[in-house]
């Protein structure tokens, strides 16, 4: 039986480049992309994207088999590592050299790109997801922002996809100031923080966009679940994020249009916005910016920092990622299902009118009008239902 190959962390890091642009075009399409349709199975969807081109770059043969080999040796290697800095210093790491200080951070990142890139292709090695709750709850202090945070908002957002809970408490509870069901372009880019506008080299953002289309696609999963969900976001931070740099009607018309399509049409499928209100669905706009982000379903709550600024932008890098105790849960969950009464607040599936839905936001010339929106805020806790005959 010939030996098992050593494969280094260059050699996965290029794959899961590769594969992320796949993963990419499958879960946020192109206008001339089709979008996923319900029942569709995201790895055969992967594999079968592999299997009808090699992209520029990929490594090996065709087909996906040899890019899964390579994963489950690596996570093989990962997994047999006894110490950190012995994983650092072994031949899996050559080429990818680090300093020693951030040896534990990007080991545990490994450990997540590689669940991450076995689970796009259909194959389940838990373990490698164990190892670093293992070590957020022993050694980290919380989880590192990026990709693991990402895989762990996913998680929490399947569990309560697959949990099936009733009542009050079934209700996924979202507080995201990192919309990515919004705009999409967060997906790649993340959150950029002051003194930090380019990461290092070994930060291989690909990695982290992963994560995030991991995040997006149980959020994506989840709502055609037809669950419950309450997904809200700061007025400021919404309004920075349209802006973009840019000034006037056009800019503004040409981005909410962007934003109408990652929302509306991807992200919640085109569904109609009174089968989203029976589904008790909403994406709401909140006047107040507190409390930090956070994620929470039926049993578990993650608080997390990372993400854009509602105020101007400029922040420092945030601290790392926290699961809840139960009370602070409880605590969180009343907060934000608050925010679906408090004044001045925008549900942004309540219409499906585009046209109209951005003329509650923007006036003629493009300019903002400042909250609250009251022809909605009358009508949001009971959409019409359309007319019989239409």
């Known amino acids: 039986m010939p030996e098992q190959p050593?494969?280094?962390?260059?050699?996965?890091?290029?794959?899961?480049?590769?594969?992320?642009?796949?993963?990419a075009r499958i879960i946020v399409p192109t206008a001339s992309d089709p979008i996923v349709q319900a029942g569709d199975t995201i790895s055969l969807l992967v594999r079968k994207a592999i299997e009808d081109g090699q992209p520029n770059g990929w490594r090996a043969g065709p087909g996906a088999k040899p890019i899964a080999d390579r994963l489950l040796w690596f996570a093989e290697a990962l997994l047999s590592a006894k110490t950190v800095e012995g994983f650092m210093g072994s031949a899996s790491m050559e080429g990818h050299r680090i300093p020693d200080k951030e040896g534990e951070r990007v080991f545990v990142e490994l450990l997540t790109a590689t669940w991450l890139g076995l689970y796009f292709l259909g194959i389940s090695v838990p373990d490698l997801w164990d190892r670093v709750r293992s070590w957020e709850d022993e050694d980290g202090g919380g989880l590192p922002n990026g990709v693991c945070v990402a895989k762990a908002i996913g998680d929490i957002v399947r569990e309560a996809r697959k949990a099936r809970q009733q009542g009050p408490a079934a209700r996924l509870c979202v507080h995201s100031f990192l919309p990515l069901l919004m705009f999409s372009g967060l997906i790649e880019?993340?959150?950029?923080?002051?003194?930090?506008h380019g990461r290092s080299p070994e930060r291989h953002d690909h990695v982290h966009a992963l994560g995030r289309y991991y995040e997006f696609l149980q959020l994506q999963l989840y709502a055609r679940a037809e669950r419950p969900l309450l997904y809200t976001v700061p007025f400021t931070l919404f309004r920075g994020a349209m802006a973009d740099g840019g000034e006037g009607f056009d800019h503004r018309r040409a981005r909410w249009a962007e934003m109408w399509r990652c929302l509306r049409k991807i992200a919640f499928s085109g569904v109609s916005s009174v089968?989203?209100?029976?589904?008790?669905?909403?994406?709401?706009?909140?006047?107040?910016?507190?409390?930090?982000?956070?994620?929470?379903?039926?049993?578990?709550?993650?608080?997390?920092?990372?993400?854009?600024?509602?105020?101007?932008?400029?922040?420092?890098?945030?601290?790392?990622?926290?699961?809840?105790?139960?009370?602070?849960?409880r605590l969180y969950r009343e907060r934000l299902v608050a925010f679906e009464s408090a004044p001045g607040n925008l549900n942004l599936l309540f219409d499906d009118d585009e046209e109209k839905m951005f003329e509650q936001l923007y006036d003629a010339s493009g300019k903002e009008k400042q909250p609250p929106v009251p022809d909605q805020q009358a009508r949001q806790s009971d959409p019409a239902e359309p007319p019989a005959n239409g």
């Open 6 to 23: 050593v494969v280094t962390a260059v050699t996965v890091l290029e794959d899961l480049k590769a594969l992320t642009a796949k993963v």
């Open 189 to 196: 880019t993340g959150a950029v923080y002051a003194g930090h």
């Open 275 to 329: 089968q989203l209100a029976k589904w008790d669905q909403r994406v709401i706009l909140t006047v107040p910016s507190s409390p930090p982000a956070c994620f929470l379903n039926h049993d578990t709550g993650l608080i997390t920092f990372e993400g854009l600024d509602p105020a101007d932008g400029g922040r420092d890098i945030p601290l790392p990622a926290n699961y809840m105790r139960r009370a602070r849960l």
